[in-house]
């Protein structure tokens, strides 16, 4: 994290996901407190949790969010298949499977359910209880957000293929999850 720019737990942060042209995600990794309308008690009892979610929103992976540590993902995604599994490590420790292959059933196949890959600190706003209930569950448009200036700090995102393995770390390959 940057600690100049610290994040807010009450909101939502989508920090990396697969977005088809529909706006849902393939997966997601999250970190704060999920959205919802209406807004529940915040911060949420896993807000300082590293969340994988699922196409649709099942949590396949958490862990605490510590401050002090790097922490390095992978996400399996078996276009094929429909499936997904997810590597985790801490620090300099090799990637190591936290998840079995897991089926992505509500994600669509085809061309039509891969997108674009995004990283950064997307952050989703409160329900502002003075917006239309129409526009409360507009997080593009609508919403509080308290502060702009939070921050987390990224390196070494990779895309590959799995054809020679899994990069683990410390130029060593796995074989791919369930293979």
């Given at each position: ?72 993902f992978a996400v399996q ?6 499936t997904l599994a997810v ?38 706003p409160l329900v502002n ?51």
């Amino acid at each position: 994290m940057d600690e100049k720019r610290p994040l807010n737990y009450n909101h939502e942060y989508q920090v990396v996901f697969i977005e088809p042209n529909d706006g849902s995600h393939v997966f997601g990794i999250q970190l704060g407190s999920p959205f919802t309308n209406p807004t529940a008690k915040l911060p949420t009892k896993n807000a300082r949790h590293f969340k994988v979610l699922d196409h649709g929103l099942n949590v396949l992976f958490s862990t605490p969010f510590t401050p002090i540590n790097w922490h390095n993902f992978a996400v399996q995604v078996d276009w094929d298949s429909n499936t997904l599994a997810v590597l985790y490590s801490k620090n300099s420790d090799l990637l190591r499977a936290v998840t079995k292959v897991i089926p992505n059933p509500t994600h669509p196949t085809g061309p039509v359910g891969q997108g674009d890959f995004h990283f950064g600190v997307l952050k989703l706003p409160l329900v502002n209880p003075k917006d239309s209930p129409a526009d409360q569950g507009d997080v593009v448009h609508h919403g509080i957000q308290e502060g702009t200036t939070e921050g987390l700090l990224y390196s070494g995102i990779f895309v590959e293929g799995i054809q020679n393995g899994i990069s683990v770390g410390g130029g060593r390959f796995i074989k791919p999850i369930g293979k």
